[in-house]
């Protein structure tokens, strides 16, 4: 009977354990097909690094989710983040872009012409804008309910968004949206893993597996520049887009120093040699792998346009190297560099209106690594190679001018680049040759600025304002109700050479609640933005399937302006001497003890009883056998005995008395006189 009972029980095991092996296969191949389907959800990963000329090397994640709407079951989704979805239902987001950046871009020596540097380049801090498909008269209240959440979210302090002084509504500088964007800044909020691990969570993978387990917190937080930038689209079902549904795409670009990992071929700084480096020197770690659930994932190698030209002049000075380096017979090894991965495919910019040359892209596929093999690309450099990138039209600066903690000015400088030069007939407005440039400026209520003290200056020459500036919209700070906005479009001549602008301001009061707790720093003001809508950041590729299932390289092939932000502005304020209200307690609490103590002895103690306790106290003072005497004469004599008398006098402890006296009253009349 046992063994009849031992073989059912195993039979129902094994029957239980087919079952739950049919049920787990049908649930994959269902979620499969989903996947597979064209409104289904997609996820995607790719990485492109990029040397730069001052020795750095740039690392640009890029992760791109989209679901459709008939691709969700109920309020879940296969691969979209579910908080993500449930935002966008709820605060009615049509768009919307979130960054939390570390640092300031060097547009001088990382380039400032390129989509990755025009798109990925942010102000220090956080910077948040979004546009809701929402009346105009609600669109302040999801504006406050959605900095909520995303301080919740990302674990930030994006919450202090939800205050009218921190926040504007701009209409010319950004696309229309009809008076539904908002935008705001924190210049000073600090970046740390608190931000980055919330971000992460959002991945399908997070950062176990594919290309975002390179991300080392230590690697990545020990770079000269950190950005994570969140964008989000959303459209309805029923719109014209051909992509109806909800678009997340994740990027963080970050710039790092290598440390040479090549042993041989050694050079000295002089020669300006390039570090070797591969990702594993980089990063700590190598990749193991794409996330299984993506549909791509793919690593780039970019050589930037003035790097690939720098390597043509070599080559033709160089008889010995005749053939083209970078057709997809010679890249691998070279003269100049060597590649320790074969390339799966080499883009080549075609059609480069604003450069020399055309920059190069190697592209590697990760999907045929794994555990066992892990990728790891590596770029050796055999000689000395000096370039620079390419810069945006116009270099914009900004910096304050006077001195003192009442008065002040704000100046924007704008001088010309190299790109600038290439202004040709197609600038030509009217018959003149102009170049428009957009700036976007938002200053906090307490900088009182006068929009009215605008100067203009172009060549170092005073210029009319109505000659340069096209069109402006001010909005005019409140008092702790909203901050200072300046829109302005300006139509610049194509021969200049600098062109600067001034604005004058006073400094307000703030009161002592309202201050900081590093007040004595000084206070932010957020960078100003600056457009060129006559230029537009775009690469462009032979047709190439390839490049539709590449989202990075879909979205630099993607015509938008070159943009560009300055620096924070640090503005003293005049601050109150915070330690003033301890110190006036302090003095307050001791003159009142001091007074109060004082009186209350005087009112209570008794004279009398003051002389008996001396009395007492010389009584004792007194030895036993002098006591013995004086009782033995005093029956002798038929007299009581005589107390022995206090060695302070009456009269004494009266002036002592009075001396108290009047020395009370004397602080308590100076007191009143002074501070009553």
Not at 217 to 238: A, D, V
Not at 465 to 486: E, L
Request: glycine content about 6%; charged content about 20%; overall charge neutral.
């Amino acid at each position: 009977m046992a063994i009849l009972l031992s073989r059912r029980s195993n039979c129902l095991a094994v029957i239980l354990l087919l079952l739950c092996q049919i049920f787990l296969y049908a649930t994959v191949s269902s979620s499969g097909s989903v996947l597979k389907q064209g409104g289904g959800e997609e996820f995607t990963e790719e990485l492109l690094l990029k040397p730069l000329p001052d020795r750095k090397v740039l690392a640009h994640f890029h992760f791109q989710s989209r679901a459709s709407h008939s691709s969700s079951h109920g309020h879940h989704h296969h691969l979209f983040p579910k908080a993500i979805a449930q935002l966008v239902k709820k605060f009615r987001v049509k768009e919307m872009e979130l960054s939390f950046t570390q640092g300031r871009w060097r547009y001088e020596q990382w380039g400032g012409f390129d989509p990755l540097s025009s798109n990925n380049a942010k102000p220090p801090g956080v910077e948040l804008w979004a546009v809701f498909d929402v009346p105009q008269s609600l669109v302040d209240v999801y504006w406050r309910n959605l900095t909520h959440t995303l301080s919740g979210l990302f674990c930030a302090s994006i919450n202090f968004l939800e205050s009218s002084t921190t926040y504007s509504a701009p209409e010319l500088t950004f696309k229309p949206s009809f008076g539904n964007l908002r935008y705001g800044t924190l210049p000073r909020e600090a970046v740390c893993t608190e931000n980055l691990t919330p971000w992460l969570k959002l991945l399908p993978c997070r950062d176990k597996a594919g290309l975002s387990a390179l991300m080392d917190r230590p690697s990545i937080y020990r770079g000269f520049y950190h950005s994570q930038r969140l964008r989000l689209t959303s459209s309805e079902s029923g719109s014209d887009e051909v992509d109806s549904g909800i678009g997340l795409e994740q990027t963080l670009t970050v710039v790092l120093q290598p440390s040479s990992w090549r042993t041989g071929n050694t050079y000295s700084v002089e020669t300006n040699i390039q570090p070797s480096w591969s990702i594993s020197s980089i990063f700590g770690r190598n990749i193991p792998g794409k996330c299984v659930i993506a549909k791509s994932s793919n690593v780039y190698l970019q050589l930037d346009n003035g790097l690939v030209g720098e390597l043509k002049n070599l080559e033709r000075e160089n008889a010995k190297y005749v053939a083209n380096t970078f057709e997809s017979e010679g890249f691998q090894s070279n003269h100049a560099f060597k590649i320790s991965v074969t390339p799966d495919k080499v883009f080549e910019e075609v059609d480069n209106l604003h450069g020399k040359s055309t920059s190069v892209i190697y592209g590697f596929s990760v999907e045929k690594y794994g555990d066992s093999q892990p990728f790891d690309l590596g770029l050796t450099w055999k000689i000395p190679v000096v370039w620079s990138c390419q810069q945006a039209p116009l270099h914009a600066s900004r910096f304050l001018m006077g001195s003192g903690n009442e008065r002040g000015a704000i100046a924007i400088s704008l001088e010309s680049t190299e790109s600038s030069e290439g202004l040709s007939m197609s600038h030509i407005i009217d018959g003149r040759c102009e170049l428009r440039v957009d700036i976007f400026q938002v200053v906090p209520w307490y900088i009182k600025v006068y929009f009215h003290t605008l100067q203009v200056f172009v060549d170092k020459q005073p210029r009319a304002m109505a000659d340069v500036v096209d069109k402006i919209q001010v909005s005019p700070s409140k008092d702790k109700v909203s901050p200072g906005v300046m829109e302005m479009i300006l139509k610049l001549p194509c021969g200049f050479k600098s062109a600067a602008f001034s604005l004058e301001f006073d400094k307000g009061f703030l009161h002592i609640d309202e201050y900081p707790p590093d007040a004595n720093q000084g206070f932010d003001i957020p960078s100003a933005l600056i457009s060129f809508p006559s230029f537009n950041a775009r690469m462009n590729f032979s047709e190439d399937e390839f490049l539709n299932n590449s989202p990075i390289l879909s979205k630099f092939q993607e015509t938008s302006p070159v943009l560009s932000y300055t620096e924070v502005l640090l503005i003293p304020l005049t601050t109150p001497d915070f330690s003033m209200p301890y110190n006036v307690i302090t003095i307050t609490c001791t003159v009142f003890a001091l007074y109060f103590g004082s009186l209350l002895n005087v009112l209570r103690r008794r004279v009398d009883e003051e002389e008996r306790i001396l009395r007492s106290r010389a009584g004792r003072k007194a030895g036993w056998i002098s006591q013995l005497l004086s009782r033995l004469s005093a029956k002798l004599r038929g007299r009581p005995q005589e107390q022995p008398t206090s060695s302070l006098p009456h009269s004494f402890i009266s002036f002592r008395l009075v001396l108290k006296i009047l020395f009370v009253a004397s602080i308590a009349v100076t007191w009143q006189y002074y501070f009553g």
